[in-house]
């Protein structure tokens, strides 16, 4: 197994002991039913969603909109490109 899977593995562990110490409960509980079960995988998806929204504007120039990787050089006079070319900080524009 390579190093990320461990990672992965180890970060599994970790949320299982954090779930039963604030649930009481595994993943093996039955006390579900199955749209129980489908309605927290959707409720898990839908802070994923809003986890990757709030990914893309970070990467998005407030006034070119355009993604970082995709600016054109004419733009590298904008710092707000610049930083984000770099990837050193997120954009705070108020």
């Excluded at 509980?29 to 709030?54: F, K």
């Excluded at 990467?59 to 004419?74: D, M, R």
Aim: proline content about 3%; hydrophobic content about 35%; overall charge negative.
């Amino acid at each position: 197994m390579s190093k990320f899977e461990e990672k992965v593995i180890a970060k599994i562990r970790s949320r299982a002991e954090v779930g039963k110490k604030k649930y009481g409960t595994t993943m093996e509980r039955e006390d579900l039913s199955l749209i129980e079960w489908l309605t927290h995988l959707q409720e898990e998806l839908m802070d994923a969603a809003v986890y990757v929204e709030r990914l893309i504007e970070d990467t998005q120039c407030p006034i070119h909109g355009l993604a970082a990787e995709h600016f054109p050089n004419s733009l590298s006079s904008c710092p707000y490109c610049r930083r984000l070319r770099r990837g050193t900080e997120t954009l705070k524009t108020d």
